[in-house]
Structure formats: structure tokens, C-alpha cells
């Protein structure tokens, strides 16, 4: 029963607060909610679809679109169209380099370990950013639906994301102005919609997840518990992040090309793009007819379900392969499975149903819509939440964020706000300046980016760091926050085994108000804090690399023209004289250039490097 609240102060009534669930997807996000029936129910445009393609185009008078309007860009302005950035949240460039030949926009190669960026134009964006505006169309959707504001979401993400990736998303659900309570797992938020969460008994549940691009298989142990219907453990996660639905209509067109004798390299880009569409028709109407027949100009597009199968058997073995590896890992057999759920639009082909069938000798649940039971259940998480537990989830969760200052004063959240307690963390440090012996850790609570925004708990010093060049060093840092809500942390130098550790009670002196504000604030704020902390990063990875480069000069002077040395010092000076703008652009197109600059000459030293090397000689 829905409760209405009288504001007194104003003498305004105001709906009670939803919660929405999201689904923030590779291909395509949806939103859900609990309608009035008590049912979950993901929301539609006025198309009555509920799928927003996880799309977003750039436009030349900096209109921005989102979903279905973006998606017509692809082809017509492929360099403006970014799509798949959910593979890129939380990575850094070493991370990606495997996979940017799969994606068709520009992303700034530097050959480093800080987090990727997107160049749009004379854009930078970074995956938050662009997440960000798949979540905003999701948040404006529900407001539209519902005819309230929405501030508040629970957002799924895959099992296997870590900290780093959680945290990306948690970090993109506040730029779009969304409080997000939970990050849950997608396989956990599949039980949840087929009711599994509800069950008496304790059981394993396998989900196969098999979408456009990627496919992942989650083992879970659900355990029932008397009083929040059970918690769900995930025990084994494996797949393919470059194996779906779009793989099938690959290998049709592949298919067709032969049948009628075409070879691939003679196809122009529009007629392999028309012929991949009609290949999905095809695949789409063979999840329930016999035979597809249709032609492209003289193209005969002919496939019957018996070929198709033929065609796809090696990408469903190569599914199953994933699902013994990850019952391997479970330390579990295939009759241990006592629940098999189907998500993702390409488990509808009956043909990977049936070999799922088959594999785990069970049935499958497949009742629901597989594109939407992800959403489904995050609407219900979502609708536990705003529950009257309230007072409970309070109990055994941290209600604001812990984290420590780094370069720049920027907050790096280790633990973060929401998280189940008892629970702990950890991150590796390193030093920034050659011979560095002490080490100042800040720890702070709280939302904002910047820590002069946050509350400082405590802070102490890690001292007797042998003297070590920079950034050699290894300083983990860990938090451990136990039931009763002390935090312990412990800084430790790896190489030498030096530490130091401080108890610190982190809600003290805080009322549930003052909480209150101090998230408040952080939604507000969230577009600054971004921005400030993106050029406080940008200016930070400026100042590394004309380090970097300074050094890089003066030792290899002799292995350097002249021009190339003063063409990078040229390009120096020109870093140098941005380090104070307010535009990170700007930065970042300097870095960009000075990069391109010194790259051809990096790479031929680091080629001479390793012939020396060989030859038992240094540089
Ligand atoms: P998802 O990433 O979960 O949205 O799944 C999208 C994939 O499901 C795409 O490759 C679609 O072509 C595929 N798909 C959608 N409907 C069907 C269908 N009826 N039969 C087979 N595949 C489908």
C-alpha cells in the first residue's frame, strides 16, 4: 500500500519516493519499477518499447541524443557515435588495447595505466561521462512514466566487474543525478526476477547470459535466511566478451556470400551493413519458422533452421566449454545445478535453449522476456529497498563513502558508500618523488570528489620507506571496517614490509541529518566535482609526462636528433604554458600532441634498448 507524505514545513504533499531498477547494458540498458499491481514492469517510450540502445551520438551544434535516434548515426558518423562503453568502464589504456580494434570511435592512446578517455571532436569524455547520459535518458524516461522526479536507483552490473568498474558506475549514476543504493550483480538480479529469492531451500543457480556482443556464465549459491528472504554468493563467473547474437548473424552472411558465390572483399561497407540486417530478420525468424527465403538486389538470402544450426553449433560449443570451466571452478558437477536461468536476447534461438537443456540434463527457465529479466530484477532490489527496512539496512551498511586523499586532493573512495558491513579493501599506492621516505595518509568520508569537500576521519604517516626511485615503491593500503562500524587501516610498503596502521570510529559525530546534506551535496555537485576532478587528473598525467619526458631527453640526448629534441621541447613549453587552464581539453589535446611527437623515436630507442640488451650491452 502506498504511503503519501505531508511536507509540514511547506504544507505540500509529496509522493512517496521510487526507486528505479536499471539496467545498464553493452548493447541496450532498460529501467523497471514495481507498478501499482505490485508486478515489475520495465518502463516503455511512447513506441511502447523498452529498450534504450546503450548509444550516445554527438551532434554538430553539440545536441546530444541517446538510444534509438543515436543508433541511426553509426553508419553516417561512426566517429561521433559512441557505443559498447560499458567495455571501457574502469579500464586504463593497457587494459583495452586488445579490444579497440572491435570499437569504431577514437580512443587517446597512451600506452599508460590511467583510465581511457574518448575524444569526441575536440572533446575528451571519459566512460563515466558517457554512461552518464545513457542514465540520465533512463532517469528522464521514469520521470516521464511516472510523473515524478526520480533520484534514486539500484544499477546491475556483471559479475565478474571489480572494484574499480563498480565504482565507474556508481560514480556515472551520480553524474546523472541518480543516488545509486546498490550496485547488484546481473546474474543476482536474473534470480531475483524468477522469484528464486523467495525460495525455502538453499540452491545453485546457473545463469547463461547470451546478449548481442558478449556472453557470461554466472554460478550462484543462494541461501535462504529468516528474516531478507537469502543472500546470493557468486561462486564461479566465465565467458566470452566478444561472443553473442551478432557473432550468428556474422557467420549468415558469411553463409549467403558463398551460396552465391560473393567474395567478402568485393561487398561495399553499405551492402554488408544491409545484408548483416537482413541476417538477423533471418535469425529472428527462425527462432519460430522453418525457413527464411528473401533476396538483396540478385542476392539470394535463403537459410533453413536445420543450416543455421549448422552454422552456429561451434559458437554454442564454444558457450559450453565456458560452462564446464566455470562448474570446474565452482568445484561442482553438472547435477549440482539445481536451477538454470536464460538471459539475453540470443538464448530466444530454440536451438541454444535446447543444447542449454540438454548440457545441464534440466529444463530452463526462459518465461520471462530475456531481454528484460536484468531490469525486472533490479526493479525488485529495488523495491526491497525502499521497503520498511530502512532501520535495518542502516545496521549492516556504510552509509558514506571511505576513502584517502590522493594527487591533486582528489578523494579515492576505497570503501564505498552502501557497502555490506563487515567488509574490507584495498588499494597499491606508489611514491612520486625519487628517495621519498615518508608517505602522509588522509583518510576521509564522504561523496564529494575533492576532499576538501569531504570529512577528514584521521590521518598518519607511513615513515622509514627505504629510498627508492619513484613510483618503485608498493604501498597497499587497506580498510577494514568491522561490524560495529570501526575502520582500521593499515599502509604497508610490499617491497620492504614497513607499516603502519590507525583505528578510527568514522560515523562519529555525525547525524543521520548532516548525512543527509552530505550526499545531497554530492548529487548536487556532481557536474563540478567532475570536472573538477578531471582537470585536476588532466594537469596531474600533464606533469608526469613533461617529467617524464625531461628525463627521457637528458639520458638519450645522444641517441636524438636535434630536431626531435627541440621539437619536444617545444611541444614541452607548450604543456607547460596550459598547466593552469580550466579547460582539461586543452590539456589533454597537448598531452595528445606531444605524445604523437615523441612516439616514433620512444619506440625506435626502446627497439635499440632491446637489441642491446641482447647483445649483453646497456643504454
Ligand atoms: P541483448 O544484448 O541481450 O539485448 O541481445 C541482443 C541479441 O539478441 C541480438 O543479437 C539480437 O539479434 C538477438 N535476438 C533478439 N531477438 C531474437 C530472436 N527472436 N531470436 C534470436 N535472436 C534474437
Given amino acids: 500500500m502506498a504511503q503519501i507524505s505531508i511536507n509540514i514545513k511547506e504544507g505540500t504533499i509529496s509522493k512517496p519516493d521510487i526507486i528505479v531498477g536499471i539496467d545498464l547494458g553493452t548493447t541496450n540498458s532498460l529501467v523497471a519499477i514495481i507498478n501499482k499491481a505490485g508486478m515489475p514492469e520495465a518502463l516503455c517510450d511512447a513506441d511502447k518499447t523498452a529498450i534504450v540502445p546503450s548509444i550516445v551520438h554527438f551532434g554538430k551544434e553539440g545536441a546530444i541524443t541517446v538510444g534509438n535516434s543515436a543508433r541511426q548515426h553509426l553508419i553516417d558518423d561512426t566517429a561521433n557515435t559512441i557505443y559498447s562503453v560499458k567495455r571501457l568502464m574502469g579500464k586504463s589504456y593497457n587494459d583495452i588495447a586488445a579490444i579497440q580494434q572491435h570499437l569504431g570511435y577514437k580512443i587517446i592512446d597512451d ?30 524516461r521514469a520521470e516521464h512514466v511516472l510523473q515524478q522526479q526520480i533520484t534514486k536507483a539500484v544499477i546491475t552490473v556483471p559479475a565478474y566487474f571489480n572494484d574499480a568498474q563498480r565504482q565507474a558506475t556508481r ?18 538480479a536474473a534470480s531475483l526476477a524468477y522469484g528464486l529469492g523467495n525460495v525455502k531451500n538453499a540452491q545453485t543457480i546457473a545463469v547463461y547470459d547470451l546478449g548481442g556482443g558478449t556472453f557470461d556464465i554466472s554460478i550462484l549459491q543462494l541461501t535462504p535466511s529468516e528474516n531478507d528472504g537469502g543472500y546470493f554468493e557468486v561462486l564461479a563467473t566465465n565467458g566470452n566478451t566478444f561472443l553473442g547474437g551478432d557473432d550468428f548473424d556474422r557467420l549468415i552472411v558469411e553463409h549467403w556470400l558463398q551460396t552465391n558465390n560473393i567474395a567478402a572483399d568485393t561487398v561495399d561497407k553499405q551492402l554488408m551493413q544491409t545484408l548483416r540486417l537482413k541476417a538477423e530478420t533471418a535469425k529472428k525468424h527462425l527462432s519460430t519458422n522453418d525457413i527464411f527465403e528473401d533476396k538483396i538486389n540478385d542476392i539470394v538470402c535463403r537459410l533453413s533452421v536445420n543450416e543455421f544450426e549448422t552454422l552456429i553449433t561451434p559458437l554454442v560449443n564454444e558457450t559450453i566449454v565456458c560452462c564446464k570451466n566455470a562448474l570446474r571452478d565452482a568445484g561442482l558437477k553438472i547435477g549440482d545445478i539445481d536451477t538454470i536461468v536464460m538471459v539475453g536476447g540470443s538464448t530466444r534461438t530454440p536451438f541454444v535453449k535446447k543444447s542449454m537443456t540438454e548440457f545441464f540434463n534440466k529444463p530452463v527457465n526462459d518465461s520471462l522476456n530475456p531481454d528484460e529479466v536484468v531490469a525486472l530484477g533490479a526493479g525488485i532490489q529495488a523495491d526491497i529497498l525502499a521497503g520498511n527496512q530502512k532501520d535495518m539496512l542502516l545496521l549492516d551498511i556504510t552509509p558514506l563513502s571511505l576513502g584517502i586523499e590522493t594527487m591533486g586532493g582528489l578523494m579515492d573512495v576505497i570503501i ?7 567488509t574490507g579493501a584495498g588499494r597499491q599506492y606508489t611514491t612520486s618523488v625519487d628517495g621519498q621516505s615518508k608517505l602522509l595518509i588522509a ?9 576538501s569537500h569531504n570529512r577528514k576521519l584521521a590521518e598518519f604517516t607511513l615513515s622509514n620507506i627505504p629510498g627508492m626511485p619513484a613510483g618503485l615503491p608498493k604501498i597497499e593500503i587497506v580498510f577494514q571496517l568491522n561490524a560495529d562500524g570501526i575502520l582500521q587501516v593499515k599502509a604497508k610498503e610490499l617491497r620492504s614490509g614497513v607499516e603502519q596502521s590507525i583505528e578510527v570510529k568514522p560515523q562519529y559525530g555525525l547525524t543521520e541529518e548532516e548525512m543527509g546534506g552530505m550526499l545531497l551535496e554530492s548529487i548536487k555537485n556532481a557536474k563540478t566535482d567532475m570536472e573538477q576532478r578531471a582537470i585536476i587528473e588532466a594537469r596531474v598525467e600533464a606533469q608526469n609526462m613533461l617529467d617524464t619526458c625531461e628525463r627521457f631527453i637528458v639520458k638519450n640526448a645522444a641517441h636524438l636528433s636535434a630536431k626531435e629534441i627541440s621539437g619536444t621541447r617545444e611541444l614541452m613549453v607548450a604543456l607547460q604554458n596550459t598547466l593552469n587552464s580550466s579547460d582539461k581539453n586543452v590539456i589533454q589535446q597537448h598531452i595528445e600532441a606531444l605524445n604523437e611527437f615523441t612516439r616514433p623515436f620512444a619506440e625506435r630507442l626502446m627497439d635499440m634498448a632491446i637489441s642491446m640488451a641482447m647483445k649483453g650491452k646497456t643504454l
Fill in 171 to 188: 560514480d556515472a549514476g551520480k553524474l546523472a543525478g541518480l543516488d545509486v543504493l546498490r550496485i547488484i550483480n546481473e546474474p543476482t
Fill in 416 to 422: 564505498p558508500r552502501n557497502t555490506k558491513i563487515p
Fill in 443 to 451: 583518510v576521509y568520508q564522504g561523496e564529494r570528489d575533492l576532499v
Fill in 111 to 140: 600506452n599508460s595505466e590511467s583510465l581511457v578517455k574518448i575524444k569526441v571532436g575536440e572533446k575528451f569524455y571519459s566512460p563515466i561521462e558517457l554512461s552518464a547520459f545513457i542514465l540520465r535518458e533512463l532517469k528522464l
